[in-house]
């Protein structure tokens, strides 16, 4: 028998988030400035792919999150 493994769920606040994109910008592309760190979220509608042309189905909602990261002065 095999065991399960179940990983681990972390929650992460907006602040985490925040400092996260600002220590991989720092760390990973050598930046020496702190960010101020925006996030804009905007719904897409779309139709499923493999969708009839012209049927009756119904558009997908998806949110899509973006971040903007500015030098901090």
């Known amino acids: 028998m095999m065991m399960e493994r179940i990983p681990e769920t972390l ?3 907006e602040d985490d988030i925040k400092k996260a994109i600002e220590y991989w910008l720092q760390n990973e592309h ?5 960010f101020d760190v ?4 905007q719904t897409k ?3 499923p792919k493999g ?6 189905t119904d558009p997908i ?3 899509v999150v973006t971040a903007v990261a ?3 002065d």
Not at 51 to 56: D, N, V
């Open 11 to 13: 929650k992460l606040s």
């Open 30 to 34: 050598g930046y020496d400035a702190n």
């Open 38 to 41: 925006t996030f804009d979220v």
């Open 45 to 47: 509608r779309e139709i």
């Open 51 to 56: 969708a009839p042309y012209g049927g009756m």
């Open 61 to 63: 909602e998806t949110e």
């Open 70 to 72: 500015v030098i901090d």
